[in-house]
């Protein structure tokens, strides 16, 4: 029985890997292809430095700060090589990484001991990942990839591979610090110390020799990068129910107001380590982000896939169905109709306002899953509380 539900999970996930696969082969993807065309056309006649310094105008009037880790300068070229001698685009081989990236993902849940098939089909037939590996082209699948990884191999006593994997986790997208907190704390003190300063060595090893050399342009550069804000969040609630001030103020420091509430929660859980508090926990700083983060890209859906395995049923099958509505109306806006080939966004006016409801759906939704990831570390942490009691044979059998 267990051998025919895990040959039902791979047949299902390498079907799913072939229509990723198929699907960027047979479209353009989002705006962001024709960005990181434009990044990696300006490294080739400009070099980093001045990519970082003055970014790209990939469409008129559109200017886009180069907002990734410097380690990405070194995949984009690396990818650009491939096209070179493939005669397939960069946007082409990006996609295929990302469905790479989320097969791998759905090993490393079953290696971490999910055994729920259920759980496991969800993340393999996840709408969410279908869009965002397939269609839209970003590095967003292959970072959380790399958390995933740290979070096995902590689970697995390998805590220096641990810290490698977040440092690359980190090189990829620096929203990958948002499942610091949580992987600490899990970790405890000292191993910690050890897997933080192993991530980054790695991080600046790999991000020579640009960090060395300019340092400050990088940083401006990075912190540049506002995200969408007028429709997702407290931000968009803002906005449509005429807060002009409070949409500017929130915007301005709503970044800071994310994070500290990913760390506070972290300190508050205080996980011991256990698999499925590992994994809930990172789920519930994935989804607080989400909740709280000012700037949004459609993209960081696809933080919450993996930690879904270990949720509800009902609450996994609720978020997906209303994202991937969403998902699915917003690439239809940008590509002015349906099929989808090229959705840019660069092109689009004024947001339809049933797209801009479904984002606020979707919000709702992702607090909806912060609300059961919550729910997932009280019951922690009455068991963590009633166990000494058990011990004792003061507690009810």
């Not at 890997?17 to 960005?35: E, F, Q, R, S």
Request: charged share 10%; aromatic share 12%; proline share 5%.
């Amino acid at each position: 029985m267990i051998e025919g539900r895990r040959a039902l999970i791979v047949l299902t996930a390498l079907c799913v890997l072939a229509m990723k696969i198929v699907i960027a082969y047979n479209t353009y993807g989002t705006n962001d292809a024709i960005t990181f065309e434009a990044d990696i056309a300006k490294l080739k006649s400009a070099g980093p430095e001045k990519l970082y310094r003055e970014g790209v105008e990939p469409a008129s009037g559109h200017k886009q700060p180069f907002s990734h880790s410097p380690p990405v300068i070194h995949g984009l070229l690396l990818l650009d090589l491939l096209a070179g001698r493939s005669g397939l685009p960069v946007r082409f081989w990006l996609r295929v990484c990302c469905a790479l990236a989320d097969l791998a993902s759905l090993w490393m849940l079953w290696k971490i001991g999910v055994r729920s098939m259920a759980a496991l089909l969800l993340t393999a037939l996840s709408p969410v990942s279908l869009m965002i590996s397939g269609f839209h082209v970003n590095t967003d699948p292959l970072m959380v990839c790399a958390v995933l990884l740290s979070a096995l191999l902590m689970l697995s006593n390998r805590f220096a591979w641990a810290g490698a994997a977040l440092g690359v986790a980190i090189s990829i997208k620096l929203t990958a610090l948002v499942f610091v907190p949580a992987l600490a704390i899990a970790a405890g003190a000292r191993k910690s110390a050890l897997i933080l300063g192993i991530a980054f060595l790695c991080f600046y090893g790999l991000s020579l020799p640009f960090i060395f050399e300019f340092p400050k342009t990088i940083g401006t550069s990075i912190l540049a990068y506002p995200g969408l804000s007028r429709f997702w969040g407290i931000s968009g609630i803002a906005l449509l129910t005429g807060a002009e001030n409070f949409f500017v103020w929130y915007g301005q420091i709503g970044k800071f107001v994310a994070l500290a509430t990913v760390g506070m929660a972290a300190v508050i859980i205080r996980s011991r380590g256990r698999r499925a508090e590992l994994l809930s926990n990172c789920g519930l700083a994935a989804a607080l982000f989400l909740v709280f983060t000012p700037g949004f890209g459609i993209q960081y859906l696809v933080y919450l896939v993996p930690w879904l395995a270990v949720a509800r049923r009902s609450v996994a099958l609720g978020f997906y169905a209303v994202s991937g509505t969403f998902m699915a109306a917003f690439y239809t806006w940008g590509s002015k109709g349906f099929p989808w080939y090229l959705a840019n966004f660069f092109t689009t006016k004024s947001m339809p306002i049933e797209v801009f409801y479904l984002g606020l759906s979707v919000w709702i939704a992702v607090g909806l899953v912060a609300g059961e990831f919550v729910r997932t570390a009280v019951i922690t942490c009455r068991s963590e509380t009633l166990l000494p009691a058990t011990r004792s044979g003061n507690a009810l059998p």
